[in-house]
T-cell receptor
Framework: AQKVTQAQTEISVVEKEDVTLDCVYETRDTTYYLFWYKQPPSGELVFLIRRNSFDEQNEISGRYSWNFQKSTSSFNFTITASQVVDSAVYFCALSEALRAAGNKLTFGGGTRVLVKP | DTGVSQNPRHKITKRGQNVTFRCDPISEHNRLYWYRQTLGQGPEFLTYFQNEAQLEKSRLLSDRFSAERPKGSFSTLEIQRTEQGDSAMYLC????????????FGPGTRLTVL
């Protein structure tokens, strides 16, 4: 069975500090996809990034960067120079690629990020 | 607005009543998912449709829950004989088939069972 663990339940930082969110996953599949979603106070989940299990290149998008390490089953997310608007709950999720149907997402418990001005 | 829409946004009901939620996916998306999110937790998968066919159901989906997607467009999720433990946010998501594409989520329906 697949599982996603986000050990940090809440992180509080002061604006302009960097913040790194940890994500550790478990799966028996060799082909899978990893996602990060943001859930702001309004409640709607917003897609941030998708990576497949064969692409271990780190990625940077503006102030966001992702570090995928297959050897440790981790897919960590860093927000550089945080802003108050980054305050939200961030979810890591896993989807197994070879399922007959569904490609359902298995989510971690989320990490609440509070950025103080 | 061409995103995923859900109605109602909030529903308060008394224990034992039936409730129905509606989800309208992005028009060209043939895959539709329902998830449930309780306070402080991540969303949990409930069920999935490919066009009008319901292809997978979680064991979380007891026999009091039923979902439909007639004609492969909008979907409804009905809960019969609601219990206080059903109180949660019910999220709908849609995507295209042909790979593990990102799912686009609606704003959710928050259910409170008194």
């Amino acid at each position: 069975a697949q599982k996603v663990t986000q050990a940090q339940t809440e992180i509080s930082v002061v604006e302009k500090e960097d913040v790194t969110l940890d994500c550790v996953y478990e799966t028996r599949d060799t082909t899978y996809y990893l996602f990060w979603y943001k859930q702001p106070p309004s409640g709607e989940l917003v897609f941030l990034i998708r990576r497949n299990s064969f692409d271990e290149q780190n990625e940077i998008s503006g102030r966001y960067s992702w570090n995928f390490q297959k050897s440790t089953s981790s897919f960590n997310f860093t927000i550089t120079a945080s802003q108050v608007v980054d305050s939200a709950v961030y979810f890591c999720a896993l989807s197994e690629a070879l399922r007959a149907a569904g490609n359902k997402l298995t989510f971690g418990g989320g990490t609440r990020v509070l950025v103080k001005p | 607005d061409t995103g995923v829409s859900q109605n109602p946004r909030h529903k308060i009901t008394k224990r034992g009543q039936n409730v129905t939620f509606r989800c309208d996916p992005i028009s060209e998306h043939n895959r539709l998912y329902w998830y449930r999110q309780t306070l402080g937790q991540g969303p949990e998968f409930l069920t999935y449709f490919q066009n009008e066919a319901q292809l997978e159901k979680s064991r979380l989906l007891s026999d009091r829950f039923s979902a439909e997607r007639p004609k492969g467009s909008f979907s409804t999720l009905e809960i019969q004989r609601t219990e206080q433990g059903d109180s949660a946010m019910y999220l709908c998501a849609s995507t295209t088939s042909g790979g593990n594409n990102e799912q686009f989520f609606g704003p959710g329906t928050r259910l409170t069972v008194l």
